[in-house]
Nanobody
Framework: QVQLVESGGGLVQAGGSLRLSCAAS????????IGWFRQGPGKERESVAA????????YNADSVKGRFTISRDNAKNTVYLQMNGLKPEDTAVYSC??????????????????????WGQGTQVTVSS
């Protein structure tokens, strides 16, 4: 079992920045791929970014490339999502998720939400115009 807790959401003006954190507890954190998803009002949940166990491989959705950066600190059991150049369309509940994938197992980081094993409760990000 892995418990995930997101933090760092809030209200920001367009063009501003926020850094989200996903703190994990439970099983060995470094055995998990971590992804960030978001669900805006009236929209389906979409993948935003993901990071491999080592942090050396990352995935970013086209909608956030060049603006969002995912990173992780396995010593702190935490994954971060640095969001710069925020736009009103980035308004959503952001959730992190964990997928069990030991270091010896490779694979794509472009994963669907159904492929993840554990989820956090989410944190609200609101971008005003």
């Amino acid at each position: 079992q892995v418990q995930l807790v997101e933090s760092g959401g809030g209200l920001v003006q367009a063009g501003g920045s926020l850094r989200l954190s996903c703190a994990a507890s439970g099983r060995t954190f470094s055995n998990y791929v971590i992804g960030w998803f978001r669900q805006g009002p009236g929209k389906e949940r979409e993948s935003v970014a993901a990071i491999s166990w080592s942090g050396r491989s990352t995935y970013n959705a086209d909608s956030v490339k060049g603006r969002f950066t995912i990173s992780r600190d396995n010593a702190k059991n935490t994954v971060y999502l640095q969001m710069n150049g925020l736009k009103p369309e980035d308004t959503a509940v952001y959730s992190c998720a964990a997928k069990f994938r030991p270091a010896a197992v490779g694979g794509s980081l472009d994963l669907g939400s159904y492929e993840y094993d554990y989820w956090g409760q989410g944190t609200q990000v609101t971008v005003s115009s």
